[in-house]
């Protein structure tokens, strides 16, 4: 092992096999027993017969990811990354069959470049204690096999790539474990193999705190030129409970709201504004408005900012009153008990509705959402694309904020 904590410091491309055949010389056969070690590569501890995690150390940066699926056996593979981010659905192996797909997978730490003397600022990103424990923040690429995995190699390497970033609350971050999940963690699965999300978003977020705990400050380390920023806030920047954080629709949200544009704009990167998909509040068979004046302030700022908008406020409406208080509900958290936090169902339905407007608006984007998925009508919600191979990882902690 010390061996592979050796290499893991030079090599900047991981070749491994993972089905017993003969390996080339340039290539890492990976036996069942080998469990992760810090600075290496393994699988972590918590296989059961419906999937593995496997990981290995990788510098931050975005990598491309291959994986070759197949094996002796019949396979149906489901990807995930990092904090249960979706890469690939359902890949379909015959026995002695392969095939090979690609994705690109951002990894991240906290640290921040530390300012100067007696400059404001930090040096690392302020995170919750359930962040620190997540795969979203650590040193290592880990990759999630679901389903029925048949995998017989993963190939890992650096990249430059055009990246989307995300920033919001709840209803957008990688929830890390089940029963519920957001739209962000979604979007991977709807792209092409040649862009990358990097999911910065976070329960019980803000726009202020978002700026205080220097996460924009993180995004804005590597945004470049070209790339996206998606911008979702509104679920608790509306609470007056929270006086710290609190914004009025009418004033300081649009205020706010305009500095995370400027900051993209300033560096040649598209910035979009997503309206806040509503909470699951029925009367009479119509949902109620909780967001309605702070989605209409980012649309109003979005035609004074000249900058492309998502309606999810409208669209999520849609589809929970196309579907009625019943089947609406197992789109939701915690069997629906949770009327503002999605399962991988309601997740999977509004990130479709997210890619659809992408798809129209962004020309320049469309290229990279699968034709699959450039059109969606959220008047007739397809529940059949809704069955999504769950993780490992469970938890009945609701995600912070409502």
Known sequence: MLTAILMAATISTWRFDLAPQPTAPDRIAVQPSQTYQPGGYGFEPQATPDGYVFSAAVPEGLYRVTVRFGGAQAGRTTVKAEARRLMARDIVTAPGAYQTRSFIVPV????????????????????????????????????????????????????????????????????????AASWGQMLPALLGPDIGVANHAQSGETLKSFISELRLAKILTTLKAGDWLLIQFGHNDQKTQWPQTYVDPETTYPAYLKVFIAEAKRRGAHPVLVTSPERRNFRDGRIQDTLGAYAEAAR??????????????????????????????????????DRTHHDNAGAWLLVRAVAAELAEKAPDLAAHIAPDFRTFTPDAPPMAETDIAPSLSASPERPRGD
């Open 108 to 179: 991240r730490g906290p640290a921040l470049p530390p300012p100067p003397a007696n400059a404001p600022g930090g040096s690392s990103v302020v995170l919750t204690p359930q962040e620190i424990a997540s795969r979203t923040w650590d040193d290592r690429l880990t990759l999630e096999f679901l389903g029925h995995p048949q995998v017989a190699a993963i190939d890992i390497a650096p990249v430059e790539a055009p990246v989307i970033y995300l920033a919001g609350d709840s209803t957008v971050t990688d929830q890390p474990s089940e029963p």
């Open 300 to 337: 109003k700022v979005a035609r004074e900012e000249d900058v492309l908008l998502i309606d999810l406020n409208d669209a999520s409406r849609r589809i929970y009153e196309a579907l009625g208080p019943d089947r609406a509900a197992s789109l939701f958290n915690d069997g629906g008990a």
